[in-house]
Every structure is written in C-alpha cells, then in structure tokens.
C-alpha cells in the first residue's frame, strides 16, 4: 500500500486533503502538523519518512501571512524557502513530493493568463520566498510537482469567503477592491487534482515533474466574488461598493492580474476543473 504524508494538515489545503482520506482507500495517510512534523527540523522530516516509508508527500505548510510577512521576512522565508530545501533534500530519491505554490510569483501586469513558463516576478515578501521555495524544491529534488494555485479557500480556517460572509451580517455597506482580476480556488477541488496526480502515477507510472496552475475555471474580481458570496449566502442587507486598489492600501503588494492558465494540467493528468461559482455554492453549502 502506497504511503502519503500530508504536511501542514491543520490548514485549508491540509484539512480538505483529510477529508478524501476515506475515498481513497488504496492510500495509507500520515496526516502531520507543524506539532508532529516541524519542516524546519530536516532530521525530523528524514527520520519520518524513513521509519513510514513514505511514497508521497503533499505539501500543505506554508507561512501565508501576506501582510505579516512583509514584517516576519525571517520567519517567512524559513517556512516558505529554508523548510522546503530540508524537505527536498531529506527526500530526495525516496519519496516523490507534491508541492503547492501561488500566484504571488508573478508580477501581475500581464493581461493574459499565467503560463507555467512565463517569467516570474514576485513583488512581495511572500511572492519572493514562494518563489525561492519553488527554486530550492527544483533544485534539490528531481521528483516534484509544484501547483501554483490562488485565491484558495475553503470551509476550514480564515478566508475571504468567511470574511465577507461575516462582514455582509454585521455591515450596511462595504467597500471591495473591483481592479485586482483572477480567479478563486476551492481547497477541496485542489486537494481531489493533488488525489488524481498521485493516482495518475501509481496506474501510469508516470510522474511528471515540473510547475503546474490549478485554480477553479472563470475570471472576476474580488468585488465580483464577493457579490457572489453574498447573494449565494442570502446576505441581502449589505451594499457592496467597488473601490480601486489605491483606495485599500495594503502592506503587501498584490498581483492587479493574476490569472493562471490550467492548460498543461487538465491535459497532462486529464483532469476537469469547476467553473468557480459552482464550487463556491458547494463550500457555501458546507459553510
Ligand atoms: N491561502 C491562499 O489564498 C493561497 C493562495 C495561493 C497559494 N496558496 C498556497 O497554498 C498552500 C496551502 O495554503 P493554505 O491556505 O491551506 O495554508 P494555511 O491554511 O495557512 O495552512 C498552512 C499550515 O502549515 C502549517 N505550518 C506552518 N509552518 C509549519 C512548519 N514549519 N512545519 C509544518 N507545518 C507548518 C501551519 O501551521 P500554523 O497555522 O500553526 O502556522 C498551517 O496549519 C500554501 O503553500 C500556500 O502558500 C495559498
């Protein structure tokens, strides 16, 4: 039976990975957090995966502060670079690894969407240390896939759907930011792409390493989805305003365009992905 550690299994990514654990049976799951696995102590992770005989890591940890992270540059790149270089090198040659990354690795002046192989150029300290952990990963570790994925939420942990789910109740009016464009991801639909990877190479045999996108289908704004959490909560009582990115200064700089192209996913593994506001009614259901 094929071994899977799940790493940073306490977050979104993470929980929404335990959840398939019962259909997928085939698998046996080593779930951890950083409480039981800390990435950041190598001989940990090298001990683990000898002693379980792991066949498959996906990694779900990450320091995803966004503004934090601009202050915490430290702490942020020792998760997000130095923890991924330990996780490569302790598995390297034993077991394969799938790891998750984001959109923040692009500059966002695009205007169409994100190849795998366009140029990055992450514009802030969380962007950068992705990116760094992306480089590390590649570098060190032969057998690993990379998603870059964005906008993710889910019904576990903090997220923009639950903010604004909770602001619609409490607030008249609210103020959403309409020029930044991309795309939402529903934990749960990436965490069944990740599953179909792994199953992919277990009946192929073939483990295609290299950096792919995977986001729901669809294009808006965050002033769009937020109108689509609303009216598919029945948050009716609350006027939702579209503002400019100048008119919400945040700490970290974020993408204006940060659309991905999922071309070279769907037809490597042959997977289908939801348009976005179907799997929004989905999570919302589960909310
Ligand atoms: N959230 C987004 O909008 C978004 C967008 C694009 C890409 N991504 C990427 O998608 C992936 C999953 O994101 P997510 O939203 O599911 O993240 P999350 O909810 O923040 O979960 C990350 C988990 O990793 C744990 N962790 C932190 N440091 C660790 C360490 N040293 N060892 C082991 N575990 C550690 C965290 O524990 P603590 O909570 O105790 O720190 C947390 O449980 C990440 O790679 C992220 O960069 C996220």
Redo the contacts with the bound molecule.
Sequence with gaps: MKKILI??A?????NEMRVLFESYSQFEFFPT??AE????NKQAIDDFITENKIDYIVN?????AVDKAEDEIDLCYK?NRD?VENLAQAVSGKAKVIH????YVFNGQGENPYKETDSTDPQSVYGKS?REGEEVLLKNCKESIIIR????YSSF?N?FVKTMMRLGKECASLNVVADQTGTPTY?ADLAKAIMDIIVFDTEKQSFPAGIYHYSNEGICSWYDFTLKIHELSGITTCKVNPITTDQYPTKAKRPMYSVLDKTKIKETFDLEIPEWVESLKKCIVKI
């Excluded at 306490?10 to 993470?14: R, T």
């Excluded at 998750?100 to 959109?103: F, G």
């Excluded at 994925?149 to 993710?152: E, F, P, V, Y």
């Design positions: 790493t940073g306490n977050g979104q990514l993470g957090d950083i696995l800390d990435l950041c779900c940890a990450a320091y995803t998760i923890a998750v990354s984001t959109d992705k994925t964005a906008w993710l942990g997220n934990a």
